[in-house]
Each structure stands twice: as structure tokens, then as C-alpha cells.
């Protein structure tokens, strides 16, 4: 009798109507398309990575490259200013006064009364200004 009842709803079940089924059909399509919020292509995932390393490139961009590309042209444009009787200071730490400039790289620096060096062009760090009563050579 049980065997009956299983037959009965499973020959009930297959007469309704083809359009019913259609029916539930595509309602289970629609809320299964509604949970994908987008198609998942290879060409989708890879405009997203293009995306992401462009997104990064622009980051890296404005927060290391272009600053220090900045400080490098003021630093550019303060070496070409040098002139004679500057007071500078070198990146070894030295602070002297500009005696001369021997060709385009070479500068002569002089530290102390009657002391001077042969320093590279590029390695003076910063041009001093003098403060009133005060002098790079004092001790």
C-alpha cells in the first residue's frame, strides 16, 4: 500500500502542466542569476587584476616617485646656483665657504682659516644662510 502512494504522487507530480514547470524553471534561474552579482569571465578577472596593479602604479606614483623626483630637481637647480663666498654644507657634514670652482664637477671649499678641500659639485647638501654674528669657519 505504501509502494502505491509513492507511485501515485510520483505519476501526479509528472502531470502538471509544461508550462508550470517552465514556470518554476525559469524562477529558479532568476534567483540563482540574482545571487551572481556578475559574470565570473577570464576577461572580467583580468581588466579586475589590470585594475588593481594600475590602482597601485598611481599610489606609488604620487607618494615615492614624484616627491623624490622633486627633491632631486631642487637639489639640480641649487647645485647650477653655487656661487663663490657661499657657505655650505657637504653631505660628509663639513660647513665651509665656496673659495672657487675648478671646472664643471670640482669645488673648493674652505673649512678653516687657511684650509681649504677639493670637494665634488654634487656632494654639497644645502647652501647656509648666515644669521647675523655668526660665521660657518668659527670655533
Same mark, same amino acid.
Given at each position: !500500500? &505504501?509502494?502505491?502512494? #509513492?507511485?501515485?504522487?510520483?505519476?501526479? &507530480?509528472?502531470? +502538471?502542466? @509544461?508550462? @508550470?514547470?517552465? +514556470?518554476?524553471?525559469?524562477?529558479?534561474?532568476? &534567483?540563482?542569476?540574482?545571487?551572481?552579482?556578475?559574470?565570473?569571465?577570464?576577461? $572580467?578577472? !583580468?581588466?579586475?587584476?589590470?585594475?588593481?596593479?594600475? !590602482?597601485?602604479?598611481?599610489? #606609488?606614483? #604620487?607618494?615615492?616617485?614624484?616627491?623624490?623626483?622633486?627633491?632631486?630637481?631642487?637639489?639640480?637647480?641649487? !647645485?647650477?646656483?653655487?656661487?663663490?663666498?657661499?657657505?655650505?654644507?657637504? +653631505? *660628509? *657634514?663639513?660647513? =665651509?665657504?665656496?673659495? $672657487?670652482?675648478?671646472?664643471?664637477?670640482?669645488?673648493?671649499?674652505?673649512?678653516?682659516?687657511?684650509?681649504?678641500?677639493?670637494?665634488?659639485?654634487?656632494?654639497? /647638501?644645502?647652501?647656509?644662510?648666515?644669521?647675523? =654674528? /655668526?660665521? @660657518?669657519?668659527?670655533?
Amino acid at each position: !500500500m &505504501a509502494f502505491s502512494i #509513492f507511485v501515485s504522487d510520483a505519476i501526479a &507530480a509528472d502531470s +502538471t502542466p @509544461a508550462a @508550470a514547470t517552465a +514556470t518554476a524553471t525559469a524562477a529558479t534561474q532568476q &534567483a540563482g542569476a540574482d545571487l551572481q552579482p556578475y559574470e565570473l569571465s577570464a576577461e $572580467k578577472m !583580468m581588466m579586475d587584476n589590470l585594475f588593481i596593479l594600475a !590602482m597601485l602604479f598611481f599610489i #606609488f606614483y #604620487f607618494i615615492l616617485i614624484r616627491p623624490q623626483q622633486k627633491r632631486l630637481r631642487v637639489h639640480q637647480e641649487m !647645485m647650477k646656483g653655487l656661487q663663490k663666498n657661499d657657505k655650505i654644507i657637504t +653631505t *660628509g *657634514g663639513l660647513i =665651509g665657504q665656496i673659495v $672657487k670652482f675648478e671646472g664643471d664637477d670640482v669645488v673648493v671649499v674652505e673649512i678653516s682659516p687657511n684650509v681649504r678641500v677639493r670637494i665634488a659639485r654634487g656632494s654639497v /647638501s644645502e647652501v647656509v644662510t648666515d644669521k647675523p =654674528g /655668526s660665521s @660657518a669657519n668659527d670655533n
